[in-house]
């Protein structure tokens, strides 16, 4: 067995620490180490988008990240983007607007959302579907999830949520 | 559209039960089950589409430090001529294990050769690359009509064509040869006024969830055998590995976790045999995950097809005489989808003479697997573009020729079905007054198309069990694996007959021990059947409910008057909610079950219009406008049957436009990874309009039909009408991806 490396990340706004071995993806980790089993995995080679995580705030796909090389990274996983118990918009417009089937796309989709919606509040409907068309969704048809970020995009612009203090990140 | 007005809660989009779970990341999908002692299988798949195994070696995985078992299709009970029926008919068990798990030979690249249980998936990996398998390579057989050929190279030295119950003197490729007939078809030709026939292709295509296929599987050392799997029936991953093992079914509990997907793909067992037997062999739960290039090249596809239409009209628009006949390929083993296909080729239309040949191909594919209206859509492909060719070539408007030849009350199809109450004429009526098909399109190379989709819904069996809690709140178990959103449209209809609200429902899906035999979540059927399961549940409870408030009113049971879930006698009134407190103090708790055979077909019928642009100098589409119509006959939560219809058509355009299995000439698929198998973005489709029609199934308390699988069915010939309109070009074969568009535009019209 190769020897396993020893890494200091910090997690939904907690200080994490884990150990890997240096073939191990941050998906892999993160399911199978760390138990936070929210990020899917669904194709393992970097198209489908299930397994997208923000790695200092920018959407990465975990299952092409090597764990080792997560030293020191901030990373927002889906388990980390309801600040406590309350739902971030995009969550809520989610549920409200219908916009999972079977729902293992979903936590992928959420947060390309919110990494999209942290830079740019307010986008068209292409800049949206520019965004999304990183990850696969086979049972909506993209409608209702397009719409649920527009919803969520406005709502937002409405009345801005305040930021979390610590473990979760409902910007 | 109308509004059925008399419910309070069917009708109404509430937020799903399961979804914050789904929001948040906390829903547990088969591959997030952990379990103490876990460890992790991986699988040897073939690596030639057609050869005969001389020999397996596995003492060097084995030996490997970490690996716990190696099995092979010898660790699989010998099933040769057992039959059994698991809900779609009769099947050959061995065929069905040998495909968990080769035996003599490999069938298709991919075909599961033996599988490793050890530490971790990696160290499986390396495991598996130490296997040693002896192969004599026999030529793979590709094409659907070589295969037929009477001198074609076997697959199976055990199949003959079954022709109306009749066996074939000799072992074919053509496992079936179905044969339905109605009228005088010869004689309603020759007095059509025109006659066309055409012959399209569709490659094959996979249902594409986006969760891989995982099972994971315990053999305690009682014999009791644990699964828990994604898949959309346990009751049928139970009856199936029964079969396989030769247990009973009482020794395996099946625990459905949530599943990412399945369109059909996730109704046959493939890993869970294997699982199971890894884990009897070294006595640990053993996970098994497929990578994605083992979702294409190891489980179900649709089937490709050749089909040829043939289709007589009188001048007036009027169809007096048809003739279908189709050869889907089955892949590796029999059973694919033309039963289906037959039946459906000509079911959107009265057509009194018909004639349909339906033939079951095997070839050195993946076995086909159900995929959302399966058989269907390659049919309606066909008969749709002739359709619409007709309609041109008499110059009437194709909704116009629809209407004029649209099935109704009273019309028998070719199969013998006669139609109930259905409502295709008030979908094609629906999108005759839209605005969209009233809008007018433009630019050179736009055009618009339509076509219409049946599916037809199947009934089958459902348990469900609810009690009531003494906060008013009702807990529901039901059989059905929920894949989008059927936990909520279930939980509806008990909430409506209760006269309480859907939130006061806590629906929840029952492993195999825990609630009673349910069918597959497929056919479309569970909103329909389970639906009608939890009505049903609703009247035992309304009838225990009333007993208790007899109690409370000194008065006899059925003097109790019951009504928008308020017990009333005599000036005395108890909502639900209050009675369910007095529980603990009167009588008995309240239990109420239930259990449906849902019976017949509920017949859903669709109607799509596009509008899209063609590149010609590239052959790339784009599509400008969508608008998917269907008869649900109620919407239980109109959110998610609008979700249903999107899904469906955009699933439907990507088999259209883009998707299908490369092969090459050894039969090895090139292109097995979401990169390279093409399936639509957020990018590739504009919003997808929806018209929810309702006339309401007679034979569902609540008018349910179903809704998910009509919509993939009429994408394709949609788009194909629509690209003729554009293009002046007839596509007949599916995907009309740009190179193949490109070619036939520039074969018609050659630049100058």
Redesign the interface.
């Known amino acids: 067995m190769p020897r396993k490396l020893h890494l200091s990340t910090t997690i939904n706004g907690l200080p994490t620490e884990f150990l890997c071995e240096a073939r191990q993806s941050l998906l892999e980790v993160l399911r199978d180490v760390l138990h936070l089993t929210g990020s899917k995995e669904g194709c393992n080679n970097g198209n489908c988008g299930a397994c997208t995580v923000l790695l200092g705030g920018e959407p990465v796909l975990s299952c092409l990240v090597l764990a080792a090389e997560a030293e020191a990274a901030e990373i927002t996983t889906i388990e980390g983007v309801a600040c406590e118990a309350r739902l971030h918009p995009i969550q809520q417009c989610f549920l409200q607007d219908a916009a999972l089937q079977c729902g293992v796309c979903t936590p992928g989709f959420i947060l390309s959302a919110k990494a999209l919606l942290d830079r740019n509040p307010n986008p068209t409907e292409h800049e949206i579907r520019f965004q999304l068309a990183n990850n696969l969704c086979r049972c909506t048809g993209y409608d209702k999830i397009v719409r649920a970020v527009q919803h969520a995009a406005k709502q937002a612009m409405a009345s801005p949520e305040p930021g979390c203090i610590a473990g979760g990140s409902a910007k | 559209m109308t509004k059925p007005s008399q419910y309070k809660v069917i009708g109404t989009?509430p937020?799903?039960h399961?979804?914050?779970d789904?929001?948040?990341?906390?829903?547990?999908?088969g591959?997030?089950v952990?379990l103490p002692g876990l460890v992790h299988g991986k699988m040897l798949r073939s690596s030639h589409a057609h050869a005969r195994i001389k020999s397996i070696d596995t003492t060097s995985a084995e030996k490997l430090p970490?690996v716990f078992a190696v099995v092979t299709g010898a660790d699989l009970p010998c099933l040769a001529g057992k039959m059994a029926n698991l809900g779609e008919g009769a099947i050959n068990l061995a065929h069905l294990s040998q495909n968990c798990l080769a035996d003599t030979k490999v069938l298709y690249k991919g075909h599961a050769v033996a599988a490793v249980a050890a530490i971790s998936p990696?160290v499986a990996e390396e495991a598996v690359k130490l296997i040693r398998v002896e192969y004599e390579p026999l030529p793979p057989v590709m094409e659907l009509l070589a295969a037929m050929q009477p001198d074609a190279q076997l697959l199976h030295d055990d199949v003959f064509t079954n022709r109306l119950g009749e066996k074939s003197a000799r072992p074919s490729n053509v496992s079936q040869h179905i044969h339905l007939e109605q009228g005088e078809v010869d004689q309603a030709f020759a007095k059509a006024d025109l006659v066309i026939e055409r012959e399209f292709r569709t490659a094959s295509v996979h249902?594409?969830?986006?969760?891989?296929h995982v099972s994971i599987a315990f053999w305690n050392a009682d014999g009791h055998v644990t699964i828990w799997t994604s898949t959309q029936g346990a009751f049928t991953v139970r009856q199936q590995t029964a079969e396989l093992f030769e247990i009973p079914v009482s020794r395996i509990t099946v625990i459905p976790t949530?599943?990412?997907?399945?369109?059909g793909g996730k109704i046959p067992v493939y890993l869970e045999p294997v699982a199971a037997a890894l884990s009897r062999k070294c006595g640990r739960p053993v996970k098994m995950?497929m990578?994605?290039d083992e979702d294409f090249q190891g489980t179900g596809p649709t089937p490709g097809s050749v089909v040829r239409v043939k289709l007589g009209a009188t001048q007036d628009g009027k169809l007096v005489a048809g003739q279908a006949w189709l050869a889907y390929d089955a892949g590796a083993f029999p059973g694919g989808m033309i039963g289906p296909g037959c039946m459906c080729v000509f079911s959107c239309y009265e057509i009194p003479n018909a004639r349909v040949d339906g033939f079951d191909v095997l070839c050195n594919k993946p076995k086909t697997a159900a995929y959302r209206a399966p058989g269907a859509t390659q049919a309606a492909f066909a008969c749709e573009s002739v359709i619409d060719e007709l309609a041109e070539k008499l110059g009437i408007d194709p909704i116009d020729f629809r209407l004029k030849n649209a099935a109704k009350e009273g019309t028998r199809r070719p199969d013998g079905e006669v139609y109930r109450r259905i409502g295709i004429i008030e979908t094609l009526q629906a999108v005759k007054q839209s605005e969209h098909y009233r809008s007018k399109t433009s630019g050179p190379n736009v055009g618009r198309g339509v076509a219409a989709g049946f599916w037809f819904n199947v009934g089958l069996k459902s348990s469900a069990a609810a009690n009531v809690n003494n906060d008013g709140t009702v807990t529901l178990i039901e059989g059905s694996t929920d894949?989008?959103?059927t936990r909520t449209s279930v939980a509806m209809q008990l909430a409506e007959t209760l006269g309480i609200a859907a939130e006061d429902v806590q629906p929840h899906v029952g492993d195999t021990d825990s609630v009673g035999y349910t069918d597959v979540t497929g056919g479309s059927r569970v909103t329909n059947a389970t639906g009608k399961a939890a009505y049903q549940v609703g009247l035992d409870i309304k009838q225990q409910m009333a007993a208790r408030a007899a109690i409370v009113f000194e008065c006899k049971p059925e003097q109790v008057a019951v009504e928008g879930g308020v017990y009333r006698h005599q000036g005395q009134a108890l909502t639900f909610k209050e009675l369910a407190g007095k529980l603990p103090h009167i009588g008995e708790p309240v239990v109420g079950r239930a259990t449906v055979d849902a019976g017949g077909a509920t017949n859903g019928f669709g109607v799509h219009v596009v509008d899209l642009d063609v590149d010609r100098e590239t052959g790339k589409v784009t599509i400008l406008r969508y608008t998917a119509a269907q008869d649900v006959g109620t919407a239980i939560?109109p959110?998610?049957v609008?979700?249903?219809m999107?899904?469906?058509?955009?699933?439907g355009i990507g088999w259209a436009l883009n998707e299908e299995y490369v092969f090459n000439e050894r039969g090895e698929m090139l292109n097995a990874?979401?990169?390279d198998y093409r399936?639509?973005?957020?990018?590739?489709?504009p919003?997808?309009e929806t018209m929810i029609v309702e006339v309401p199934n007679p034979e569902h308390p609540y008018g349910v039909r179903g809704v998910g699988e009509t919509p993939i069915v009429p994408p394709p010939a949609a788009l194909a009408n629509a690209i003729y309109r554009a293009t002046g070009v007839r596509m007949r074969e599916l995907p009309m991806s740009p190179p193949k568009l490109w070619k036939a535009i520039s074969r018609s019209a050659p630049p100058a």
């Open positions: 989009r937020i799903r399961d979804g914050v789904k929001v948040t990341g906390r829903a547990v999908y591959a997030d952990q970490g990696h249902q594409g969830y986006i969760e891989p949530e599943i990412g997907g399945g369109f995950t990578q994605r894949i989008g959103g939560h959110s998610y609008e979700g249903q999107q899904g469906g058509a955009v699933q990874s979401f990169l399936m639509p973005t957020a990018l590739d489709v919003m997808i």
